[in-house]
Every structure is written in structure tokens, then in C-alpha cells.
């Protein structure tokens, strides 16, 4: 959620003007990453519409091979991409959960061999 946050800030702040060129540069490798990570959770979610937009934000935006447009396209792309950064923020909220909890290691529930099968607690820790 924070990358995300932090690529539509430096989006919204491309439309100052007199910004170094390096400035766009890093807009650049930021909103590139940040299209990856979201249109991975977007696969993972299997949000399939989300996942193809990210992929074109990804490319618009790739610094290795760089798009290049009028100042006034690049502002519509600017204001464009960071509504769609803000609204996937809503759309993928359930998939960032699980991958969050995947990532720190969470150990899922496991079936007790109980008479009735429906108890349920954590695997046992290892015996030292």
C-alpha cells in the first residue's frame, strides 16, 4: 500500500513545473515497479482486467525503453495511471491481505485427527 501511495504522489506532483529531468526518471522506476507489484497481486487475485492495465502501466512507464509524448499527454497519463493506482488500492485490498500474511510466515490450520473433524488448531512447534 505505501509504494503505491508513493508512486501517486510522484505522479501528482509531476504537474509542477521546472522538475529536473531526473525527477521523471525516477517517477519512471518507481511507477514501472509499482505496476509490477500491483499487476502481480492482480494475477494473484485473479483480477484479470486489473492485471492487464497494470502490464500497459508497466510498459508506458518502463524506464529501460522509454515512451516518449508531449508534455500534455504525460500529464493526462500522470493523472490517468494515478486514479487507477488509487482505485486498485480498494480492488486488490483482500489479495495484498493474504500475500502479507503469506510473507510473514503465517502457518495455515490444520485437520486434527478428531472423531468429528472439526476441530482445528495450529501444527504442534517441534520438540527440542
Not at 502479507?100 to 520438540?127: W, Y
Request: charged share 15%.
Amino acid at each position: 500500500m505505501i509504494p503505491t501511495l508513493i508512486a501517486v504522489a510522484l505522479l501528482l506532483l509531476a504537474f509542477a513545473k521546472g522538475l529536473p529531468d531526473t525527477y521523471f526518471v525516477v517517477l519512471r522506476w518507481t511507477v514501472c515497479a509499482t505496476a509490477i507489484y500491483r499487476g502481480a497481486l492482480a494475477l494473484h487475485a485473479k483480477h484479470r482486467w486489473w492485471a492487464a492495465l497494470f502490464v500497459g502501466i508497466a510498459v508506458l512507464f518502463n524506464p529501460l525503453a522509454p515512451v516518449h509524448m508531449p508534455r500534455a499527454a504525460w500529464l493526462a497519463a500522470d493523472a490517468v495511471v494515478a486514479l487507477a493506482l488509487l482505485g486498485s488500492l480498494r480492488a486488490l485490498r483482500r489479495a495484498e491481505i493474504t500475500n502479507e500474511t503469506e510473507r510473514q510466515g503465517a502457518a495455515p490450520c490444520v485437520a486434527t485427527s478428531g472423531s468429528e473433524g472439526r476441530s482445528r488448531e495450529a501444527p504442534a512447534e517441534p520438540q527440542r
